[in-house]
């Protein structure tokens, strides 16, 4: 009996092969022994995905060019290939999976590891039926963990529908990709507008979240509006208290008119203490960490990109510093709360932690400990692997950040509730009432660990709340200053990378800095993408120049808004509601509630419905023609302004940086000319003015820093061009 266990990547493999007593290296696997192992076992890899879905010229040749007429691609089955980069990988994996008996999915324990996994043993053509197959599901890959894993594997085909689901998400992004790409592409080209437009599932309804906020931005007119407030002068302590209801005035004699109805008066006058309340509150520690939660938390402290706190979490979590990354929990079973708690003395012995802390709270509470509420993966927390002061060190920057910002919020879930006392004054001025709201700190509690960077409690925002009382009597007399405030409503925010995750996550439905309870709500709408593509879809729109990061601020760029202006004349395609409910069917697939051919006919309606309506909404509607136009003469002004002198080889073309060389424009024109430069010459950059100088007098002046191929020694020479070739002059 043998058994092969496939892991996702290289480096997963090796910590697998790192937990077994025995191994040996060989081409594309390992050979490995252990008492958890009963029978002959290999460990082998992919390199993530191994198996991809073939282009469309791949269906019909025809496919090749892109043309309207074309469109819509709609395959009666969908194809795969192995890439020919992994294609001997492939051959490693095939023959050991062919020779097995046994198979353990190991790849990441998630729905595109299914897909990575079982995409790979359907491309062998193995029936698969023939084998038994096993599924490692772990949160950690320390070395206890692992082998726990392999004593305790699942039925691996309880995940099959897991796959399905993921496969048909790829498909249908495809679909989507493919077809809208090219017909967004296609139409903005017949208009004058040059390169891709890139269309997406989850991609374009992102986009066009960021897009609405900043136009809701731009276009926001501040109301002014007047609001009062008193400060109130008590045994010779001042305090400011807020008109209580809250009212807000548009026009000078509304707020005349109301304050003479209530007698009072803009200024100093008499006031009466009509009351004090004295409560003890108190303030249960922060959630767990889901991949999301953390992600905003981390670009609201350090503006960390979403994608790059994955990544330092990834490298983090192979380091067996922290457990599984993907998650959307921000609960723990009694399981992983047991070993936290008897490894706490240890973690009180990391050099950021101070040791004299209050670790009192060792009983599991529903807030944080839920086993119905972990379903894939349990919240982000550290492992029992316990950093040294060298690994700490040697981690990056943002790795030691997040690291301890998870400790941090780990612990405090063993602290005391934060408790202080609110006090609760209200004065009566005429008719009015004022309120001053005072919060004393008694017990700092989790707040100690948390420290001052916290930024998830929404407790103690306002100046006011923190405010000092003086200590009054109920009917004392005291002297109420009303001052008449000018104010103005401001816009909404910029999303930032952590508020767009929030925003992706609820569908659109969110607020900026929400706290824990209203994420809660708001969690029941099926949110956009997924916990582990989230990141990888704001990335996608940075690479492709749509949006852009400034001050942590997101913002559309003209490409991206020209696009915006387009795609919005299709509603389905925007609406980050509709895209919820997609993501709320494909789950239903890995449920067994719907089928996959059921969804991508449903995408292919979608699809169809596209090509039919859209060349004639953008060529009628006049606001995208609008923009159309302005982003053909932005586009006409910035290569005017990238021309670096004319092309005297065709005299048509001018000669602009291509950024690896330099070439001319007209490459493409009836009669190309394929005329360039190289950007580097002997190890020195040249810059424009030498370009220029070389195609308008074909030599330049002495240039520095050269450096000899041969002796690596530094010169400096002219340079001349002599049939379309470039050699030095000394």
């Not at 009212?247 to 004699?253: A, G, I, S, V």
């Not at 060792?362 to 119905?372: A, F, L, W, Y």
């Not at 949006?547 to 395609?573: D, F, R, S, Y």
């Amino acid at each position: 009996m043998t058994t092969v266990i496939l892991a996702e990547k290289p480096s997963q493999a090796r910590s697998y092969v790192e937990a077994f007593v025995n191994s040996q290296k060989e081409q594309g696997y390992y050979v490995v022994s252990d008492p958890v192992l009963l029978d002959k076992t290999y460990v082998t890899y992919g390199f993530g995905h191994l198996v991809e879905l073939v282009e469309p010229k791949e269906y019909d040749a025809k496919y090749e060019k892109w043309a309207i007429e074309n469109l819509p691609i709609l395959p009666e089955s969908y194809k795969f290939k192995v890439s020919s980069d992994k294609k001997a990988q492939f051959n490693i994996v095939k023959k050991l999976v062919a020779a097995a008996d046994n198979i353990v999915v190991a790849t990441d324990s998630d729905r595109e590891g299914e897909n990575i996994a079982w995409s790979i043993l359907t491309q062998t053509g193995i029936d698969l039926k023939s084998k038994t197959i096993k599924r490692l599901w772990i949160n950690s890959l320390e070395k206890e963990a692992i082998l726990d894993g392999f004593r305790n594997l699942r039925n691996g085909w309880d995940y099959y529908p897991a796959y399905k689901e993921a496969q048909t998400r790829q498909i249908s992004d495809w679909l989507v990709g493919i077809n809208g790409s090219q017909l967004y592409t296609l139409l903005m080209n017949s208009k004058g507008i040059k390169g891709t437009f890139s269309i997406g599932r989850v991609q374009t309804p992102t986009l066009y979240l960021i897009y609405k906020r900043e136009q809701e931005v731009q276009n926001f007119k501040p109301t002014p509006f007047i609001e009062i407030n008193a400060e109130i002068l008590a045994d010779g302590q001042k305090f400011v208290a807020k008109l209580d209801p809250y009212k807000r005035f548009l026009e000078q004699n509304q707020l005349d008119t109301f304050m003479e109805y209530n007698g009072a008066k803009i200024g100093s006058q008499g006031g009466l203490i009509k009351g004090v309340e004295k409560n003890s509150k108190k303030k249960a520690s922060p959630r767990l960490f889901s991949l999301s939660t953390l992600q905003s938390e981390i670009n609201k402290r350090y503006h960390a990109s979403a994608s790059e706190v994955l990544s330092a979490m990834q490298k983090l979590y192979e380091s067996k510093l922290l457990t599984y990354p993907r998650t959307d929990s921000n609960y723990i079973t009694e399981q992983e709360y047991e070993y936290l708690l008897n490894n706490l003395e240890r973690y009180k012995e990391l050099s950021f932690i101070d040791s004299q802390l209050e670790f009192n709270n060792t009983q599991p509470d529903s807030r944080h400990v839920n086993g119905k509420k972990v379903q894939e993966h349990h919240a982000i927390i550290m492992t029992k692997t316990i950093p040294k002061p060298d690994v700490l060190d040697s981690l990056s920057n943002l790795e030691r950040q997040i690291y301890e910002v998870v400790v941090r919020n780990t612990l405090a879930m063993f602290m005391p509730p934060y408790q202080y006392q609110e006090t609760v004054i209200t004065v009566a001025v005429g008719k009015l009432t004022f309120k001053a709201t005072g919060k004393t700190p008694v017990n700092q509690g989790w707040k100690a660990i948390v420290g001052k960077e916290d930024t998830t409690d929404p407790v103690d925002k306002s100046n006011q709340d923190e405010q000092e009382l003086p200590d009054v009597q109920e009917n004392q007399q005291v002297i109420a200053d009303i001052k008449q405030l000018q104010r103005q409503t401001t816009p909404p925010a910029l999303y930032t990378e952590g508020t767009l995750i929030t925003a992706m996550k609820t569908a659109g439905k969110t607020v900026d800095n929400a706290d824990d309870e209203v994420v809660d709500i708001l969690k029941e709408v099926e949110g956009i993408g997924t916990e582990a593509t989230r990141a990888n879809v704001i990335e996608t729109l940075k690479k492709r120049a749509y949006i852009v990061t400034e001050k942590n601020k997101l913002h559309v760029t003209e490409q991206g808004k020209t696009l915006c202006n387009a795609v919005e004349l299709q509603p389905l395609l925007t609406s980050a509601k509709m895209t919820a409910q997609w993501e709320k069917a494909l789950k239903q697939i890995s449920r067994n509630e719907r089928t996959p051919d059921n969804f991508i006919s449903q995408i292919q309606r979608f699809i169809q419905k596209l090509v039919d309506e859209v060349p004639a909404q953008i060529g009628e509607n006049q606001s995208v023609n609008e923009q159309i136009d302005k982003q053909i003469s932005m586009q006409a002004k910035a290569e005017e302004d990238s021309y670096i002198v004319a092309c005297k080889k065709c005299g048509v073309g001018h000669i602009v940086d291509k950024k690896t060389f330099y070439g001319c424009t007209n490459y493409k024109g009836d009669k190309p000319c394929n005329f360039t430069l190289p950007k580097k010459w002997s190890g020195k950059t040249l810059g424009k003015t030498a370009i220029k100088q070389l195609v308008e007098t074909g030599k330049t002046g002495v240039i520095k820093g050269f450096k000899s191929k041969k002796t690596g020694k530094i010169f400096d020479a002219k340079l001349q061009l002599e049939n379309d070739k470039l050699k030095f002059e000394f």
